[in-house]
């Protein structure tokens, strides 16, 4: 790791599309910077969404942005964000009640990578996920590059944080859901194993996989076929294709 690179924040949100989705799901936003004679195309939209819901604007030099930008890819636009929203597992299984459907959660153990947080919630929301659940410690949060690795997901797709990510998988086992883990050496493959029901998804982290504990705590584990020389699949890659398969068996 670059010890040089900037600390991600969960303060503020970066680049033209996370910032519109937080202005229209009613996100509380504290402030907008624009860089100085940038405001036309979606500019002009997120600023006059911004103008009606009366928060303050302001332009900067570019230079400033690029300074506070922990994400580099800024497009121009940053604003200043209320502590990020998270949900609790009881809000994730009461809107799977409200919705009248069996609860479809994703489980994540420990990811060290904001852009595969991000990219898994944007699947997430497209599957119709009712919420994704990452622990507290030794994983990645609602960062700014999270935020826009997700396209705005974020803002319509309920996370919660836990202390003890096996605790809760019990807790959800409790709860009436199956936990399939994700596993090269699971005893079925995605296509073979029952994925239908309410379920949890556990996807591992990035090079190591499942802890020992969260494997343990899982009801089955599950493969997906690698026909290649490369015997693994980017995590978020993994976590779509599991999504859909479970996505697939609803329908």
Known sequence: MNNNAKEEREDILEGRNPVFEALKSGRQ???????????????????????EKRILISEV??????AISSTGAHQGIIAYVAAASYSSVQEILDYANERGEPPFVIICDSLNDSHNLGSIIRTAHCCGVHGVIIPKHRSVGLSAACAKASAGAVEYTKVAKVTNLSRCIEDLKKAGLWICGTDADGENDIYSADLSGPIGVVIGSEGEGMSRLVKESCDFLVRIPMKGQINSLNASVAAGVLMYEVVRRRN
């Open 29 to 51: 936003i504290d402030k907008i910077l624009i860089a100085k004679n940038d405001n036309k195309g979606s500019i002009a939209r997120i600023l006059s969404l911004a103008k």
């Open 61 to 66: 030099e570019r230079t400033k942005l690029d």
